[in-house]
């Protein structure tokens, strides 16, 4: 299993550019997460999701959008980008919901410039 | 709004150390709270979960013990090792959403 993977590993955009964020599992999880990690502060829910066709807000959803069309894929959207969004974001899935063992990807280091 | 604080931030001993981290939390109707290692530039990897009925986990070296009444965890780390030098964070689950502490930051002296 590759687990969870995300892609690209890195981006630098220009402020109001657009981009895809890419996140797949391998492991048939029907929770998956987006969470954005900043420096000194401890990660924060952007979006979830607890099976295809079924998303739900986080704490910091403002600017970001997601669909979950499958099992397998939850990619977050940036409509708009701004320097704010300069971040490390990190995708993760588990059986069932958070109360079970959460996998995490390797994560996106994202720049806006 | 659940406020998940770690302290310290950052922690330095001699191999061979016992570990000590601390996790706090304000809300207490928690589903479960979880501890996460974080290497330089990597993903989370899960260490323990502790279920709200459960008052501990243990794996190995490691002890989390978890008193929900009062809004605390400990991470115990026994005998410390060089490898044992990451991020620790804890995280809490209020309702499907898990909220993070900031972790606390370890380094294991040779």
């Known amino acids: 299993n590759a687990g969870v993977t995300q892609t690209p590993k890195f981006q630098v955009l220009k402020t109001g550019q657009s981009m895809t964020l890419q996140c797949a599992q391998d492991?048939?999880?029907?929770?998956m997460s987006w969470y954005r990690q900043d420096p000194g502060m401890g990660l924060r829910l952007i979006h979830y999701?607890?099976?295809?066709?079924?998303?739900d807000q986080g704490e910091v959803p403002n600017g970001y959008n997601v669909s979950r069309s499958t099992t397998e894929d939850f990619p977050l959207r940036l409509l708009s980008a701004a320097p704010s969004q300069t971040s490390v974001y990190f995708c993760?899935?588990?059986?069932?919901?958070?109360?079970?063992?959460?996998?995490f990807g390797p994560g996106t280091r994202l720049t806006v410039l | 709004k659940q406020e998940v604080t770690q302290i310290p931030a950052a922690l330095s001993v001699p191999e061979g150390e016992n570990l000590v981290l601390n996790c706090s939390f304000t809300?207490?109707?928690?589903?479960?709270l979880q501890w996460f290692r974080q290497d330089p530039g990597k993903g989370l990897t899960s260490l323990l979960l502790i279920q709200s009925s459960q008052r501990e986990q243990t794996s190995g070296r490691l002890n989390a013990s978890l008193d929900k009444s009062s809004g605390r965890s400990t991470l115990y780390i026994a005998a410390s090792q060089p490898g044992d030098s990451a991020t620790y964070l804890c995280?809490?689950?209020?309702?499907?959403?898990?909220?993070f502490g900031a972790g606390t930051t370890v380094t294991v002296r040779a």
């Open positions: 999701s607890v099976g295809a066709g079924i998303t």
């Open positions: 492991m048939n999880h029907e929770y």
């Open positions: 995280a809490v689950d209020n309702d499907y959403k898990l909220s």
């Open positions: 809300d207490s109707a928690i589903y479960n």
């Open positions: 993760a899935s588990s059986y069932g919901g958070p109360n079970n063992e959460q996998f």
